[in-house]
Nanobody
């Protein structure tokens, strides 16, 4: 299986922005629909956004995320991104990337994740 390495998280004030990156190795993300997930303390991991292998189809989990976050893929760099704007305290979570579980099994080992903390 492939490996993933998320980065770009941090502590920001509400209204701020972050750009998360997910570098893949061992497999090419171009072969898979990919997604960003997050897990808040005491909650189950949930999907945030997904993007098809070509980038033609993009889905966001909620209306709020759709109008604040942008999922981007660069197949040449084997990297997935999540641009997050207008961050809210409710976005505080550990963020992970992996293949889109709606399309099949997880094809990558879970990475360490990157922590996003939004203060009010």
């Amino acid at each position: 299986q492939g490996q993933l390495d998320e980065s770009g998280g941090g502590l920001v004030q509400a209204g701020g922005s972050l750009r998360l990156s997910c570098a893949a190795s061992g497999r090419n993300i171009s072969d898979y629909n990919m997604a960003w997930y997050r897990q808040a303390p005491g909650k189950e991991r949930e999907i945030v956004a997904s993007i098809s292998w070509s980038g033609a189809n993009i889905n966001y989990a909620t209306y709020s995320v759709k109008h604040r976050f942008t999922i981007i893929r660069d197949n040449d760099k084997n990297t997935l991104y999540l641009q997050m704007n207008s961050l809210e305290p409710e976005d505080t979570a550990m963020y992970y990337c992996n293949s889109d579980h709606h399309s099949g099994p997880f094809y990558f080992n879970w990475g360490p994740g990157t922590q996003v903390t939004v203060s009010s």
